[in-house]
């Protein structure tokens, strides 16, 4: 019988984040529940999270220490680095970024989750259409679309 392989995720940093939001918003409150089922299935080696330079350049800048420390142990500890061809990805985030996606998302889209990812997670609705709309080569879910489809609990 044929191993299974694992689906690859890309998660952003708006996702890694989530639990140092402002708790107090239900919404904020929902999605970081559903990062900590994610994380959970990470540990547990049911997926597998590409980590991208992109992701260490945001978290080193992160202003809040502990933030950083755990956004950046937790890249470091379940993270695989993504392996991708530079030069293809280039122009695809170019175009990116041409159609309105920010220097870092169209970096994150099309250079790493595109080229590595099944799954791209991110907490910003704004990148998810973005991406919907443009038909981007990965499947852009918030986390608590990504937790329901794939029955997490």
């Given at each position: 019988?044929?191993?299974?392989k ?23 409150q ?18 597998a ?17 502990e ?48 080229a ?31 937790t ?6």
């Open positions: 019988m044929a191993r299974q694992r689906k690859t995720l890309y998660i952003d940093i708006s996702t890694l984040c989530r639990p140092f939001d402002d708790q107090s918003l239900l919404r904020i929902i999605e970081t529940n559903a990062y900590y089922l994610i994380l959970q299935a990470l540990q547990e080696r049911k997926y999270m590409i980590v991208s330079p992109v992701h260490i350049e945001e978290a080193n800048a992160i202003s809040d220490t933030e950083r420390s755990e956004i950046l142990a937790v890249l470091e500890t379940l993270g695989t680095a993504a392996k991708c061809e530079v030069a293809g990805t280039r122009a695809r985030a170019e175009f990116l970024h041409s159609r309105k996606f920010g220097i870092a998302d169209a970096a994150h889209v099309a250079a790493f989750a595109e590595t990812a099944d799954v791209f997670i991110t907490c910003d609705d704004r990148l998810a259409r973005k991406c919907k709309r443009e038909k981007v080569g990965v499947i852009a879910l918030n986390p608590v679309e990504f329901i489809a794939e029955d997490l609990k």
